[in-house]
Every structure is written in C-alpha cells, then in structure tokens.
C-alpha cells in the first residue's frame, strides 16, 4: 500500500510600498486546518498581487482569501476537485460584484495562483502572470503554462485547473509576478530543489535583496511532499517558515545598487592584485633567482674556485658509493670440512671474517695447477655434503678415499665424477617415485572425502538446510579446484568440479554474472576508487584523494574532472544526492566536501558543531546520516544555508547497531554489520527484518546498496567475489558471482543492471 505524502512549506512576502504612486500590493497564503475532516478535505494555497490603489487592492485580496477558504470547506463530503471548481465559481461571482461597485483598477493587473493539495494530488488555477513550477527527478515542468483565465472579464478570471498527482520527493514553487521580474524561473529551480523549503526562501530573499530590495510584488511558496517518516525525522528549527521583505524606496534601492557596484569594483581589484603577487612569488622571483644562480655557477667555474670542505666531503662521498656498487658480492665462510694432509692448504694465523665485500680481481696465472685442483676438490666435497646431507656419509667417503692406493691428484675429480653418475640418479628415482606413490594416495582420500561432502549437502538440502549444504559443497569445491591439475585425477577433478558447481547453483540459485566491461578506469581515476556515483546519465567516480572523474553511462567514455588534492585528508566514503545534482564526500580528518555537478567545483561544507568521525555516509532528501567510527552509533545532519545542522542522534537504541561496516537509506536505514547480518531501522526503531530461506553465509559481506527508486537491496563481498539480491520484504532474490568481482569497491542498480566498479574498471550485468 502507497504511503500517504506529508507537506513540509515555506513562504515569502513583500510588505507593501510605493514608488511614483504606483503601489504594489501581494500576499502568500496557506492554510492547513487544525480540524481532522478540513485537512483531508485539503490544504489551500494562494500568491496573489495586485498594482493598484493600496486600501482597495488590499480589499481585492480579502475578498479572493475569504471565498477562496469558505466556499471550498461549505461541503466535506465533495470531492476536493468538485468544492475547488465550486470556490472559483464564486470568487468570480464576488470579482465582478466588486468591479460593478466601480472597483475596475486591477483589471489586467490582478497575478494570482490558487491551489488545493488534497490525496496526494494537487489542483492548481492562475490568473494574469503569476506562475508555478513542478521539479521532479532534477527536471523542471511549468505547470501553469497557458492556464491564464480572462483579464478583461471578471466572471472569466479563473477559469481553468490544471490536477496532478504528487510522488515522494516533489516540490513545486508557486511565484509572483514580481518574483518572476528578479529572478528567472532557472535561478529559483537552484535553490527549491538544492534546500529544505525554509532554506530556499531565505535563500531567494537574499536574491532579491541584493538585486535592489524588495521594490516588486514579491511572493513564493515553496512545497515539498515526503513520506510522513521522513517528515518526522527532518528538523529545521533554526530557519523561519515565513519570510516578510521589508519596503524600500527607490532612493534607497538606487544606493543599494550604487554600494553593489562600488564593491564589486573593489573586490575586482584586490582580485587583480592577488593574482599578481602570486605570480611574482611563484613564478617571477624563482625564475630569476634560479637564472642568477646559473650565472654565478659559470663565473665560479671559469676562476676555477677551490672546492670548500663540505662540497670534498660530498664528493668522497658519491665515489665510494660508487665502488660499493660495482660487481660486489657476499663471500660465505669455508665449511670445516676434513681434507687429505698432504692437499691442505697453508692457512694463515689471522681470523676471516665470517662475510666480507670485496671488489672482484683477476686470478693470477701463477701455479694456475695446484690452484684449479685445490679448488676443484673443494667444490667436489662441498657438493657431496649436500647431496648426501650429513658430515658421517661424507667422512666415510673419504675413509675409503684414505684407503686407496695412492694414485695421481688428478684422477680424484673423474673418481668423483663416476660417483656423482653412479648414486645421483639412483637417489633421485627412489625419492621421486615415494613422492608420487605419497602423493597419490593423498589425492586418492581427497576424491573420498570430496564424495562424502557432496552426499552430506544432499541429505541436507533434503532437510531444508540449505544454507549448511551450501557451506559443505563450497568447501567441496575448493578442495576439488585444488585436484584440477592433478598428475593422476585431473579429468575426474574437472567432472566432479563441474558436478558441484551444478549443484551449488541450484541450491544457492547463483548465476555466473559474466559481466560487462563498462568504462575502463586505467589512467583515468587518480586514487583507488571510493565509488561511483549516478547523477542523470553520468556516474561521478570518486577517488581516494578527492579526484573526481566522469564516465557517460551510454557510451563509456570516462574522463577526469578533478585531480586529487582539493580535499584534506583521505576520502572514506562519499553520497549523492541527486535533486540538487551534488555528491558530499567524507574524509577521515573528519570534514565533508561537496562536489556540485553543475560548474564542477568542490567546496568545503561546514557543521554547525563539526562532524563526527564515521566509516559511511549516505543522504536522505538533502539530509546527511553519518554511521559513527567511535561506537555504534547513526548521526543526522539536517542541509541549512550556511552548510549543514549539528548533529542529531537517529538510533533510539545505539547498540543495536554494534560493529556496523556500511549503511544505505531509502527512508528506512539498512545496515550491514560486520558478520553478514542485514538490520533495518525505521524512525530510529529497530525490524524485525530477515532474509527468507538465506541459501548462503554472507559473512564476508561488506558492500551494500540500495535507494528510494529500486525495489532491491545489493549485498557484495570482494573476498567471495559475488553480489546478492535481496527484495525489500526480505526475499532472496540470487547471487550473481564472477572473478572480475575481486577488486569489488563499490555497487549499484538502474532497472534490473548491477553495476560493480573495481580497483580500475566499471562492470556492468543485467539480472533477472
């Protein structure tokens, strides 16, 4: 069942004021009943002007108010359409009364709008230039266009009605004429679908004053609709709900004017002046210097100056760098390895370090014999030793080498040799073959246990376990992976690998994703990337250091828009907010920037009492949730003028938000924790909230996605390379797996497309 929508407001007027004799007379009314049967029948709206003698213009007004409110309230049991056709009726009825007593001067300079919101519908009627706008997913519609009723006969002055029906997040903006003469349609849109209500006409009102006071007929209503939850989540104390511009006269808007022009020339100045001095500090003063240096450093060489101490010692330096670097080796201690007397060598008193450097030097050609045979035995023993690795083998070896008789030195190397052909190859095809027979008789009990897995997940996927007989065939399937390169059971491996991931699927109902490749991000992102975040037809890839980058959903082109280096500190999560066209990205010092979209800028956003250091943000409307870093804990900061409210506990209970990784919102908040478990919190209020018949463990789990368009919930795991699909009521809806998944940073969904951004690509997957 469709939520019912709440209606938060705001207003802005002009006082009343006269400038050669003209006088400009305007009203914002609305008004909401106290009583139960009034309000469901509905709420009124009225911006009116009218340019034309004071007293009577203000009558004019109270006469079109006064009907406007009794006529439409007369009957409760109408349909609100019925008693709005009926109130126009008998306003007319009233003007051409009026205008019959001799009252004709606001003929053609009357500018109202008149609006009922009743059942989430909204019934607008329009007179003269007075118009109203509808913004709804970041476009603007003019839904007063050609609905002006006659100027010239009273009975005809409202005459046609425009109905719509409202959806969550609407706003409308219902303007004056004199509105309309300051600012354009555009420059409003700015700020009705950037701000809270109250925020955008404080924002509107310093519009016009600094345009030259409020000299028009000036009057606005804003309107937002919003679920009753949302509504009762937003506080905004600190901004006024109604607006009065006071009167000036033209010789104080014309010094108004002349101060805004006297400053801007100034500002201009000390502009130009900064930008000059920047360039003599940064560019000029080190050019020169650095030319200077380079004259200096000519002179000096030609006069052949006397290096200083410092400038030899650096020299010195960087030569015995040198010489360390050039063919330098470690030298291990000789092994004390018994040799025949009569081949020792002469061996001097002094101890040898145990490693030493040296610089390599040719060999000297003297006694070339004895050095190549002393060092050939030498290489012979030592090889020996770690074939057969033990000191008794080899000193057995050469007690039988003792008891030979005495024979040439050289043919100690080809005795050596025949041993080496004799015993090596020996040694080797035993110890290989009792490494094969071993190692076959482990993979042999491997393919048996691998069979009692699979039977066990049968029986209890018999039982309903589906989650348990999932956990047994994923350890099954790792063990058999590990058997796919098998000397001895490579193909059995394959068909068993092939026959679990068969019926894993089916338990689990996975889907290998086979994603798309949608932009490639190599090159063009400056950091590890944060996430990616979808504005109208482009997602903004935000990264590590604060870089912002561009990548056009139809065709893939990415591009960068922002090098990192305009936030302070590291980029720990980051929240679009689409209305309004921006992304409010949170670092860990803490502070939180925000990229506007519209003129690419990133500029620092300020709260009230500062902000808390947190592990995620995301928004809601225009209002930040921040999941706490210091303890559970969800903190709500509300979007003012001037940046964003102190900080408002959201959780009634903070502990039931323990060891939370991420958080997502769609006017209920979803939070992840740190084992898997999925939480939903409404108004603060933990639900009783579980996934249904949960074939797998999400334990790895730390992605989340969802938003107040899609119907879904995404749950990712980079480590386990898969996405899951969880329905709002709890269904499980599949797990989309691929190894492309591994670097997974970020995830999202438009319609039924998944879309996954890794370490340096976008991904992209349709699901069913």
């Not at 009230?608 to 592990?615: F, L, P, R």
């Amino acid at each position: 069942m469709k939520k019912k929508l709440a209606l938060r407001s705001a207003k802005l007027a002009s006082e009343s004021q006269k400038i050669k004799g003209t006088s400009n007379v305007c009203t914002a009314y609305e008004h909401q009943p106290k009583d139960p049967d009034e309000r469901r029948h509905g709420i009124l709206f009225g911006v009116i002007d009218v340019n034309g003698n004071p007293k009577h213009s203000e009558d004019l007004i109270e006469i079109i108010i006064d009907t406007f409110h009794s006529e439409y309230y007369q009957d409760l049991d109408k349909d609100p359409l019925e008693s709005f056709e009926d109130a126009l009726s008998k306003i007319n009825e009233e003007l051409g009364e009026f205008t019959g007593n001799g009252h004709t001067f606001w003929m053609g300079k009357l500018n109202a709008i008149l609006a009922v919101y009743a059942d989430d519908t909204i019934h607008i009627t329009q007179t003269g230039k007075s118009e109203a706008y509808l913004y709804r997913g970041g476009k603007e519609s003019h839904i007063t266009e050609d609905l002006a009723g006659d100027n010239v006969n009273p009975l005809r002055t409202f005459v046609n009605i425009t109905s719509g029906e409202l959806s969550e997040g609407d706003k409308i903006s219902i303007l004056s004429s004199g509105i309309l003469a300051t600012c354009s349609p555009e420059e409003i849109a700015k700020y009705a679908t950037k701000y809270h209500p109250k925020v955008a006409v404080n924002h509107i009102a310093d519009m016009i004053e600094g345009l030259g006071g409020s000299y028009g007929q000036n009057a606005v209503i804003i309107l937002e609709f919003m679920t009753p939850d949302a509504l009762a989540n937003e506080v905004l104390d600190d901004e006024p709900d109604e607006i009065w511009l006071k009167g000036t006269s033209k010789k104080e808007i014309m010094a108004e004017r002349t101060t805004t022009v006297l400053q801007k020339i100034f500002k201009y100045i000390r502009l130009g002046a900064a930008v000059a001095g920047e360039f003599y500090t940064q560019t000029l003063a080190p050019k020169a210097v650095s030319a200077f240096k380079a004259v200096r450093a000519k002179i000096s060489g030609k006069m052949e100056r006397p290096a200083k101490k410092d400038e030899l010692s650096d020299v010195l330096t960087e030569t015995d760098e040198v010489l360390e670097g050039f063919e330098r080796e470690e030298v291990p201690e000789t092994e004390d390895i018994e040799i025949f007397e009569e081949d020792r060598p002469e061996v001097k008193a002094e101890s040898q370090p145990s490693y030493k450097s040296e610089i390599r030097i040719k060999e000297s050609d003297e006694a070339p014999g004895k050095a190549r045979l002393e060092k050939t035995k030498g290489s012979i023993l030592k090889n020996l030793g770690s074939l057969y690795g033990s000191a008794t083998n080899l000193k057995a070896i050469k007690r039988t080498k003792k008891k030979l008789p005495k024979i040439k030195k050289n043919y100690y190397l080809a005795i050596g040799v025949l041993v080496l052909l004799i015993f090596i190859p020996y040694l080797y095809i035993t110890k290989v073959g009792r490494s094969d027979a071993k190692t076959k008789k482990e993979e042999q009990a491997q393919l048996v246990q691998i069979d009692e897995k699979v039977a066990q997940a049968n029986t209890l996927a018999a039982q309903n376990e589906k989650q348990k007989a999932s956990a047994v065939l994923e350890d099954a399937l790792k063990m058999t992976e590990g058997l796919s390169d098998s000397k001895y059971f490579s193909e059995e491996a394959k068909k068993k690998l092939d026959e679990i991931k068969s019926q894993l699927q089916s338990i689990t109902q996975t889907v290998d994703a086979s994603p798309a490749i949608l932009a490639d991000l190599a090159g063009v992102a400056q950091s590890d990337v944060v996430g990616i975040y979808s504005i109208k037809n482009n997602f903004y890839v935000i990264g590590q250091k604060g870089d912002v980058s561009k990548v056009e959903k139809g065709s893939g082109k990415a591009s960068i828009i922002q090098t990192s280096g305009n936030v302070e500190g590291n980029v720990v999560a980051a929240a679009a907010l689409p209305s309004i066209r921006t992304i409010e990205i949170l670092t860990d010092k803490p502070s939180v920037y925000e990229y506007d979209a519209d003129d690419d800028s990133i500029t620092e956003k300020k709260a009230s009492d500062g902000w808390e250091k947190a592990v995620d943000i995301d928004s809601y409307g225009t209002s930040l949730y921040l999941l706490s870093s210091d303890g559970p804990g969800i903190y709500k900061h509300t979007r003012t003028s001037s940046g964003y409210s102190k900080a408002s506990p959201y959780l009634d209970n903070p502990e039931e938000a323990a060891n939370p990784t991420t958080l997502r919102i769609d006017s209920d908040v979803y939070i992840l924790g740190g084992t898997g478990e999925l939480k939903k919190f409404t108004s603060g209020k933990k639900q009783d909230f579980t996934i249904k018949d949960l074939p797998v463990t999400l334990s790895s789990a730390n992605k989340l996605y969802t938003d107040t368009v899609t119907d879904k919930v995404l749950i990712g795991s980079g480590t386990d390379k898969y996405v899951v699909v969880v329905g709002k009521d709890g269904t499980y809806k599949g797990r989309y797996i691929s190894n492309d998944f591994v670097d997974m940073k970020y995830i999202s969904i438009e319609d039924n497309k998944v879309y996954v951004a890794t370490k340096n690509k976008i991904l992209s997957f349709e699901i069913k």
